[in-house]
């Protein structure tokens, strides 16, 4: 491989390159749905290639290909300089990427059990099981079950002296039923909705979350739901379970601090941020016991690795502290933007550039953006609560370019009544705006309940990038809070 | 650019190493560049070549599929034992009766040289279009200017072969001040056509008119939609239930209701790929003609689309031509929507309207009852009031949750242009008019 490294990193600087990186990916995948008893998808697909990143004449350039061969890295190179040269046509002042990074190292994923090393029988037999519990429910319409595992060994090489192998591996698992009657429509997921539930880990992950287990009562809520009662529009108050919980902080904390995003490189796209720079250290998100904090190496968020795609090592920032908005995640570039504006900023990236690929530039996601857990028990929350709605499992979300409005669905909710769950609720939605919302959290539940969740799903970009995200979350109750939208 | 010839031989080559009782072949070869700029400069700026082999391997009723992008001898022979390992390890799936046999395939012209030998320099000369006149006025401009060139090639054992060759251009800009932004965008087959000036005065002048917005409450009001917004609604229908699995599986919003009045009888909505106003791709990822599918006319639901795989669960179904890459639990989706436009300028919307929205673009659209067409989202990138048909003040964006059925039930004017909607993926686009539609439900408003 220094072969082919070595070989662009010079030529990228006879170019005229003032810095280079290039990055060789080879991914594996591995996806398995069964659907109402029969596999429906079974696929094993791998991709490789490269690209180099480039600044020339004060800008950025990036080309790629699949063809890992001298000459086509010699011609690509060239691309990506030239690009940014032509980059440099509309440039305002030059790239600056902060302190040289410069390691030699590896990382690979802690795995106990790898999972391309599980047959696929055993999983199939796995998928096929939890399909009959779940469609053994009556009125069960749908079921549908999937794993997806990924291996994905990279070498990122610098001009600035990196040379860093990684092999990163992720197991994922999911369950969805779906009951229908007249005009109605009930889904319900486990462990998580859209998808799966993913984790940087082997096959024990897996075997971990009980899915043959839970998929009659999978079946058993959705069909509940159609004749649940709609959740009623009022301002209540709101305990979140876990998973939804997650997604609240990906949409309205994880984008709103991505950097690139404030200083507008999504702006045409996926919008920017109301966390703007003047915000940075004086700006209250949320109550005095919201902490969020974004890091890279909890084990199995499935956000960690060992460095990210500009060679930054993995590490962990402090986000929200006691109510107090403190950090960003950062770039190489975005870093040394913020330090112009906040001289007191950190001088080196806190290593959240990733790209989804050989393919894609490498751009700022999150790595495990994460509520830290409080002093509650989940029974004692709800024991202490005298009239609101539990929602838990996502079911539709959206939120505004600048990540202040939101809405959420959920599958299921509950309502509580003098601190014991009521009835089951159908088509549950609440509603609000981030900062007030964040600041009438006043409890969260405690570690023994604290998870991370896998976002394998998140996009961002142009061309567009799926991003594979966590989020650490336990169980927490919000007050005054808008419920049930939709008539 | 591989050419037909080339990609015909890599086909023959996998089904020859194929040992499967059918087997089929998809090559998708992409060439892509796009120049990305944010604050009035180019922030980054990326070049692609891909090519890739998917290969779906058929023993009796089992199905295994897998890919790669290495075009070695080796890497095939790989692609192709691994798809016909995984199908080994199948159940049989007893509603797969076959792959699809030849069907005509009528060539559709997608091709500019244009396009495919646009230089990086060009790019960013023409995003300094942009810049430079939101510079100007004290603005800023994001936005993204790509150009592609993509093949295509389905093949499979029972003699399918088709091939389809295109080019692609996409402007998108977001011109912003301190307290607005505007939105404009605009795709071709070929990059001449496209007028970047143009687009970027659409999106000036719009982030001019709309600084300092005022909030309204949030409400029913008549809206005028223009023609993205529009083509996102019918982009979730397509998505939500225009596709013969979601039907079969009892949860599409058509179930039940073919043959009855679900929108207005002003609503005409099909599906069309070879239709040279939208973007030309005359198959599907099985090498199936693309059909003229009505979907709903004058209001009434006429039918939805198919691939192989759910045509043979239904007597006397054929693919439509709407197969998306296997393997597909999906079903099949229609990737080139167009709406029937109606007989007025956007002008005269705007005259006939006493007090209203106007709504350039919705952001973030998801759905929340799929059955009841329940979508939300918010409004984006120049939101005005209405009043005594003219543009009165700017407004703050506003969340809205509303039926699209409804909504369609209530459309009173349409406009008389269609406009080219790219979507996300490929050349999946929509063409839609604009829309006036009545008692638009916005539950929400946001702080700009």
Known sequence: MHELTDRALNLAQVKGATYADIRIVRRETQDITVKNGIVQELALDSTQGFGVRAIADGAWGFASSHLLTATEVDRVTALAVAIAKASALTKIQDVEIGPAEAHQDTYRTPVAIDPFSVSLNDKVSLLIEADREARAVPGVAVAESSMAFIRERKTFASTEGSYIEQEIIESGLGLVTTAVSEGEVQQRSYPNSFGRHQSTAGYEFIQQWDLVGNARRMGEEAVALLSAPQCPGRMTTLILDGPQLALQIHESCGHPIELDRVFGTEAAFAGTSFLTPEKYGRFRYGSEIVNITADAVTPGGLGTFGYDDEGVPAQRTDIVKNGQFVGYLTSRETASQLRRIHPDAPARSNGAMRADGWNRIPIIRMTNVSLQPGEWALDDLIADTDDGIYMLTNKSWSIDDKRLNFQFGTELAYEIKKGRLGRMLKNATYTGITPQFWGNCDAICKAEHWHVWGTPNCGKGQPGQVAHTGHGTAPARFRNVQVGVMK | ?448
């Open chain 2, 1 to 448: 650019m591989l050419g037909k010839e080339k990609l015909q031989k890599i086909a023959d080559r996998v089904l020859a190493l194929s040992s499967a009782d059918q087997t089929e072949v998809l090559i998708l070869s992409n060439d892509e560049h796009l120049t990305r700029f944010a604050a009035n400069a180019i922030h980054q700026n990326v070049s692609e070549k891909d090519v890739a082999v998917r290969v779906r391997a058929v023993l009796g009723k089992k199905i295994g599929v897998a890919s790669g992008n290495d075009l070695s001898e080796a890497a095939l022979q790989k692609v192709v034992e691994s798809a016909e390992t995984v199908a080994c390890f199948q159940q049989d799936n007893p509603d797969f009766n076959s792959l699809p046999e030849p069907r005509p395939v009528q060539e559709r012209a997608a091709y500019a040289a244009a396009t495919a030998a646009y230089t990086p320099e060009a790019r960013a000369r023409g995003v300094a279009t942009i810049c430079s006149a939101s510079r100007q006025k004290g603005l800023e401009a994001a936005g993204a200017f790509s150009t592609a060139t993509a093949e295509i090639m389905a093949a499979n054992s029972l003699g399918v072969s088709a091939y389809h060759c295109s080019t692609l251009a996409h402007i998108v800009t977001v011109i912003m001040s301190d307290t607005s932004s505007g939105y404009a965008a605009a795709t071709a087959q070929d990059v001449s056509e496209l007028d970047l000036e143009a687009v970027g005065r659409v999106a000036l002048d719009k982030a001019l008119r709309s600084r300092n917005p005022t909030e309204i409450e949030p409400g029913a009001y008549t809206v005028i939609l223009e023609e993205a917004a529009v083509a996102d609604m019918l982009s979730t229908l397509g998505y939500l239930g225009f596709g013969a699995l979601a039907v079969q599986e009892g949860r599409s919003f058509m179930n039940g209701r073919f043959g009855q009045q679900i929108t207005g009888d002003n609503i005409t909505i099909w599906d069309d790929g070879c239709d040279p106003r939208g973007l030309a791709f005359p198959f599907d990822f099985e090498g199936m003609p693309k059909q003229h599918v009505t979907l709903i006319k004058n209001g009434v639901a006429k039918a939805v689309v198919y691939d192989s795989f759910t045509a043979g669960r239904e007597e006397g179904k054929v693919s439509t031509g709407h197969s998306l890459p296997a393997p597909n639990t999906f079903g099949p989706f229609p990737l080139n929507l167009f709406m029937a436009p109606g007989t007025a300028t956007k002008e005269e919307i705007l005259a006939s309207t006493e007090r209203g929205i106007w709504v350039t673009r919705f952001h973030y659209t998801n759905p929340v009852h799929p059955v009841k067409t329940v979508l939300t989202g918010m409004t984006r990138d120049g939101t005005f009031l209405i009043e005594n048909g003219q543009i009165a003040r700017p407004l703050k964006n506003l969340r809205f949750t509303q039926s699209i059925l409804e909504a369609l039930n209530r459309a009173e004017m349409l406009g008389a242009e269609l406009k080219l909607v790219k979507r996300g993926w490929g050349s999946s686009a929509t063409c839609a008019p604009a829309a006036k539609i009545h008692e638009f439900q916005f539950t929400g408003t946001t702080e700009f």
